[in-house]
């Protein structure tokens, strides 16, 4: 695979996220991932998995300047594609952790939230959901695994307003569980991982997955009204233009 690396050792594995500086998500990318977890979860040798960034950022989120030249059908097959990811992710009944090794804005958010722990690295770092200052819609059922952490009254206010927080303050309310000198971040994830493999897994699987039903339920739910909604929101004229926007200003940075 062309930007995702897997890495096996012992008894897990790390998915070892690895497109240009920031790792945007495009098509290629999410379709990338899935097969990485497909692979992990059908492996009985693997037990366990983290997923990994890499300096200065987990996820920069979705690739805003190569969706934004993608037609209607690819778009939509890109969009339909990442909300299957995040079920696979939901869905992964073994333990998964989060390397978190900077920035962590929107789509990045996302996969880190749909990890059972999460490790961030101390620093000048982001991490949130900020789709709405795009203007993007953000589904019910990310909304429900955002609250899941850090509580509904936080996650509406905090979404709505497009908030993005330091580590710090990401541990204070919930949204990551440790913040470790950066060079220490995969380090902390895999020794947290080890700590979640003396487990008898069996158990602690079904234990997973049930408590995950509700989210499983919810992500996998989003209804046809909700995704034609999204995508009409994607293709208007207010969205096009923000979007227009914010790549112009990563063109003058480059």
């Given at each position: 695979m062309a930007h995702i690396h897997l890495i096996k050792k012992e008894n897990y594995g790390i998915i070892?996220?690895?497109?240009?500086?920031?790792?945007?998500?495009n098509h290629e990318f999410?379709?990338?991932?899935?097969?990485?977890?497909?692979n992990f979860s059908e492996d009985d040798n693997i037990q366990g998995a983290i997923i990994n960034g890499k300096d200065n950022f987990f996820t920069a989120g979705l690739d805003i300047p190569e969706l934004y030249t993608y037609d209607e059908r690819q778009?939509?097959?890109f969009w339909?594609?990442?909300?299957?990811?995040?079920?696979?992710l939901v869905a992964f009944d073994k333990p998964l952790?989060?390397?978190?090794?900077?920035?962590?804005p929107a789509g990045g958010c996302v996969l880190a939230i749909c990890c059972d722990y999460r490790v961030m690295a101390e620093g000048n770092f982001k991490i949130g959901l900020n789709e709405i200052p795009i203007g993007l819609i953000v589904p019910r059922g990310i909304f429900d695994i955002y609250s899941y952490w850090v509580g509904r009254k936080i996650a509406f206010q905090y979404l709505m307003e497009g908030k993005m927080v330091s580590p710090e303050q990401a541990k204070e309310i919930g949204l990551v569980d440790e913040v470790v000198p950066a060079d220490k971040v995969l380090e902390t994830a895999e020794k947290k991982l080890k700590q979640y493999l003396q487990?008898?897994?069996h158990g602690?699987?079904?234990?997973?997955?049930?408590?995950k039903q509700d989210q499983l339920r919810s992500i996998s739910s989003t209804s046809e009204f909700e995704t034609k909604t999204f995508l009409q929101q994607w293709w208007s004229e207010p969205v096009r233009t923000i979007a227009a926007n914010f790549v112009e200003q990563l063109k003058k940075k480059k």
């Open positions: 070892q996220m690895d497109r240009d500086r920031a790792n945007p998500m999410v379709a990338e991932l899935r097969i990485a977890l497909k778009f939509e097959k339909r594609n990442f909300m299957d990811l995040i079920s696979d952790i989060a390397s978190i090794t900077g920035h962590s487990y008898e897994q602690w699987r079904i234990t997973k997955r049930q408590l």
